[in-house]
């Protein structure tokens, strides 16, 4: 089984007779202690399949649209489509990249707030007409370059506004909302729908109520100007616990029955994101450096730090960082403290220490404290939950490049996914699913990893 890179077709492992993930990562690891040492996804494809139920489950009336700069990787995006899931895309990658996976263009929204004409025109080009739009200049542009373009306005929601002070930048309020529908009557430009900005876990289910309730402000607006609006996106925001997704169904819909009844023909969309990949990924990643810090009380800079003052902290350098793998740190995401290859001495005293990227860069601080034995060079850690914000272009230095992923699906998940209707000869066209042969001594690995 190869890794995957730029190639459209990928190899997904099945897992057979009790081989787990952790198995498949030691694999992967021993490999690895020929060659130069790189950091490294396993995707558990199984997963995104139990999130797409489980939504279904909870969310039946909202359909998904997955944003693909939460990852972009190959198996995530071809699975996500035989799922029937819709796309949101923020340049020409990513609609090339969906588009490649045969999804049509009806369920693709080009959502770039910013975008680059020649990107508009390409949307043009390609049948992609569902674009978003917050702001004047923006929809001269897409008139100028896109006139057959249907548009989401995008609205600022009460939890954009809290998130940080950038987001306030995005999002057309509404005092603003009539003077943006009256320019694109006048541009000939039409506008279909509301698109609300919740990018973070939402905690308060009141924001989407507040978020539907503004959308009806601007439905209003609309149909008065002489638009027939057809189009809710409700936004992100999921955090994935089943009791989070009825709270936010149930308010939801209750509002929905009463501001878009059945007879109105409107959609509702969902952004879900790393609700789908969060917990799909594990990256492990290899110690390449370390330094020891002797804490002095004086220097402390909280005076009830849990930490023995006598005792050493370690700053461990890994081969990812924040401008890699670890971007999701860039998005105000919780990283969650590693675990130890399962090779790995994790008895005896543990330390407060410090996870690094390898840039030196002061901002490349993965993790500020967190507990673990003294480590060595060359030792790996593994991240579960780090499929989200984790796929991307580098960020950092010019040799850095994306670890390869390595596909898995237990042999209980495959036969699931049939049962839903997927397969790999009707539907999984860039798919090919090949036994995993693990060897238990590590003597004889089944997969390679590629240069």
Known sequence: MKGISDEPHFSVGLLEGGTSLCDVIDNHIYEQTWSEKKAFFVADLGVIMRQHVRWRTHMAQIRPFYPVRCNSS?????????????FICSNKFELDLVQSHGIPCEDIIYSGVCKQVSQIKYAAKTGIDLLVCDNETELRKISRSHPNAKLLLQVSTEASIQDTDLSM?????LKDCRHLLTSAKELGVEVVGVRSLISHECKDVHVYTNTISDARCVFDMAEEIGFKMKILDIGGGFGGSDTQLDLINHAVMSMVDQYFPPLSGVTIIGEPGSYFVSSALTLAVNIISKEVVVQDCQDQAHADDPYPSDEPEFQYYMNEGVYGCFACKLTEMVITAPNLQTNTCSKGPVFSSSLWGPSGDDLDLVMEHCLLPELNIGDWL????????S?????????????PVFYVVSSRDWFDMQDLGITQEATLKNFSLVPYFFNACLTDAALSIPA
């Not at 930048?169 to 309020?173: E, I, K, R, W, Y």
């Open 382 to 389: 593994m991240f579960s939950h780090a499929g989200g914000y």
């Open 169 to 173: 930048s995005f999002g057309c309020s």
């Open 391 to 403: 796929l991307g272009q580098p960020l950092g230095t010019s040799d850095s490049s994306t670890p």
């Open 74 to 86: 190959p198996g995530v995006i071809e699975v996500l489509a035989v799922l029937g899931t819709g």
